[in-house]
């Protein structure tokens, strides 16, 4: 953990680079700026919003800062306090994990320090000979003992903290709001600026670790306030902000939070003309869900907040928290509450309740239902009523989609649908296209009375062909067809080992070898072909890659990111330690290091990765015809992130990507395989 103190990690290839570093080791991008997604301007990491066009580009965060209520040595206050020090390294005296709830604020008074050193204006004992002369000791009356006063010096107060402080000693997290001076008890949230943020937090490395972190670990790092937004996140992620960093200072308990600050909230998107009133019940339902999982954090408060509630995307309209909310000590809630919740819901947009969702809400307020299993069972029969054909046209305005249109979500089960569009065209400079692709999509679908489960596979497999006329496009399609051919013998069920996709990549590499050794083909006559590959099994991902060909990964969490890495001169010598600059200075930069035919299986070494799509997720395969110049970084936002967006056609928006690569690139064969999964 201490080592990534010290370490960058790169947005695009997620190589761990040495904090002074300007660039990437790995991959050359650059650690200390990056574009703008709205005008393409370059801006430092460490800025709130472009300087030419104002919009927001710097990474923030909601700070949940909370002050505890001191105590004294005549107190009997008996709530627990917490003892934890800063993340970096600190190591911890905690013996907080053994309280079995955590809905109380910290309460310890800061450590008593050495005042002979730390604190000057604290009373001082010395020996009065070091203090007067030995004539001034003469004049000296010394009153009675019991009459001796020593002054009390009270706690130090916090002082208020102006726009442009920073949170914490690393001067990392500087404050965008001004902080007030808290009083014990108080809490407050403020938004922050990481001017750092490509350095990962120690927290936040074994938030994102593969494996589980141990008790030990998590007390290590994590301050008990911060620990429920640690294994919520972790457990269902899609409801609750990341925790970025935790730590106790002086006088204050901060929590730096994912801010969804910034999102709708529920009650205005609940009140919206386009809101279908199925989408009502699945939020209802999310409700419930969420009721049983705060439970036993001592949380449920926390879904009694209005503007609490938010919708984290406008098109999936998926449900979050902003922030937790602890329970009071003595609160005890039932489900009636969350009735009192949805009756302000309706009341506020003015919603008419549908189906028997009124008799529903009535038998909540008034405690009739009692469990969470007949509230879920009564919701699945308001869905029943909704989506029966006789009664949908009362419940859909005309100008509104059909049901179909709407987004796949059912109450208790995670679902995913696949769609796939490729494209190819031969570019403004080259008169004939070395590129190919082949995609294949299958979608299994086993329904019971009881359950309905959907199975996905999918191969999807890009090559840009070299070799001149009537050799590149022999060599990617001879491996396009390869491939499939072999993967229509390989079971669907699970993931393709490493072992498999090697395997297959050196039979496509063997196929193209031979024909160049039956045509007895040398030098630059020999054709060969990068690579590209992607096997969806559900929601998990394997992609392998040969060349510079690239697959991207869009999400609405994390943004545009180049997942593969290219094989060519330039990268191998940042990997071995060259300057990017110096690296990219050398003539055979862009030669490829590696390619499927040319050479024997033993030059052929296939970069392997797995990936889970664990949210609404675009996969881009791309030749260097539409990569190159950083054109998808560059127009990300005004061509990418509308993807996301079920109402956006697929088929339409991959034409706009390569209409927009020949317009600024156009001087290769232009090809993209564009995948959207809805998890």
């Known amino acids: 953990m201490s080592k990534l103190a010290t370490m960058v990690v790169c947005p695009q290839c997620h190589f761990e680079n040495p904090n002074f570093n300007k660039f990437c080791q790995r991959c050359g991008s650059s650690l200390t700026q990056k574009y703008c997604h709205e005008c393409g301007t370059t801006v430092p990491f460490n800025v709130v919003e472009c300087h030419n066009c104002g919009t927001v580009t710097g990474t923030l965060y909601l700070a949940v800062i909370s002050r505890g209520l001191f105590t004294t040595a005549s107190s009997h206050d008996t709530t627990p306090s917490f003892n934890n020090d800063h993340l970096q390294g600190a190591s911890t005296s905690s013996d907080s994990s053994s309280e079995s709830s955590l809905d109380r604020i910290d309460t310890e008074p800061p450590a008593t320090s050495d005042t002979s050193e730390s604190d000057p204006q604290e009373f001082q004992t010395q020996p009065l000979e070091e203090i007067f002369s030995e004539t001034d000791l003469e004049s000296i009356t010394i009153p009675p003992e019991d009459v001796l006063s020593f002054p009390q010096q009270s706690p130090p107060e916090p002082l208020e903290q102006p726009v442009g402080a920073y949170l914490d000693l690393q001067d990392r997290y500087q404050l965008l709001d ?130 609490n509630l938010r919708i984290l995307d406008q098109n999936s309209k998926q449900l979050c928290l902003q922030k937790l909310y602890f329970d009071s000590p003595n609160s005890i809630f039932n489900l009636s509450d969350l009735g009192q919740l949805w009756h302000e819901l309706f009341q506020k947009s003015q919603r008419t309740l549908v189906g028997s969702l009124t008799e529903i809400l009535r038998d909540l307020m008034e405690g009739k239902i009692q469990t969470v299993e007949e509230l879920q069972k009564a919701l699945t029969g308001v869905l029943d009523e909704i989506n029966c054909p006789d009664l949908q046209a ?172 290219d094989h060519e001169v330039g990268q191998r010598e940042i990997q071995r330690g060259i300057d990017p600059e110096l690296a990219y200075s050398r003539h055979d930069a862009y030669q490829l290091t590696q390619a499927l035919g040319p050479r024997e299986a033993q030059f052929i070494h296939p970069d392997i990765q797995y990936l889970e799509m664990e949210e609404d997720t675009v996969l881009i395969l791309a030749s260097d015809g539409l990569t190159d110049h950083n054109l998808l970084e560059t127009f990300r936002e005004t061509q990418l992130d509308s993807l996301l967006n079920p109402e956006t056609d697929l088929a339409t928006a991959t034409d706009n990507l390569i209409a927009l690569a020949n317009q600024y690139n156009g001087h290769d064969n232009i090809t993209a395989i564009v995948i959207r999964a809805w998890v």
Request: charged content about 20%.
């Open 178 to 307: 001004l902080l007030p001076a808290l009083k014990p008890g108080e809490t407050v949230t403020v938004k922050v600026l990481d001017t750092q943020p490509l350095q990962i937090s120690p927290l936040k490395a074994l938030q994102e670790s593969t494996s589980t972190p141990s008790d030990a670990e998590v007390e290590a790092f994590i301050i008990p306030a911060a620990q429920p937004y640690f294994a919520l996140a972790s457990q269902t992620p899609s409801y609750f902000p990341r925790l970025q960093d935790a730590w106790k200072s002086e006088f204050y308990n901060i929590i730096l939070l994912e801010n969804f600050s910034d999102f709708p909230q529920l009650s205005e998107v609940w009140s919206h003309r386009d809101t279908l009133p199925q989408q009502i019940v699945y939020w209802l339902g999310d409700l419930v869900q969420l009721w049983e999982i705060l439970a036993p954090w001592g949380c449920r408060q926390s879904l009694l907040e209005l503007e």
């Open 394 to 565: 009362s419940f859909i305005p005309e100008s509104q989609p059909s049901i179909n249109q709407s987004p796949t979500l059912i109450l208790g089960e995670k679902l995913i649908q696949i769609e796939a569009v490729g494209r190819t065209d031969v570019g403004r400079q080259r008169d004939h296209n070395e590129d190919c692709f082949g995609m294949e999509t299958r979608i299994k679908i086993e329904e019971t009375p009881q359950e309905k489960i959907h199975s996905v596979w999918g191969l999807y497999i890009l090559c840009d062909g070299m070799g001149g006329h009537a050799s590149g496009e022999v060599a990617s399609q001879m491996a396009v067809d390869t491939l499939k051919h072999y993967f229509q013998t390989q079971s669907f069920e699970e993931l393709p080992t490493e072992e498999i996709l090697h395997e297959a990549i050196l039979k496509a590499n063997e196929a193209i070898y031979n024909e160049n050794q039956k045509g007895v083909r040398s030098g630059s006559g020999r054709m060969g072909t990068t690579l590209v590959m992607a096997v969806v099994v559900n929601h998990q991902v394997a992609v392998a890659h040969v060349g510079d060909s690239r697959l991207y990964r869009l999400t609405r969490q994390h943004g545009l990111q180049q997942i593969t890495l």
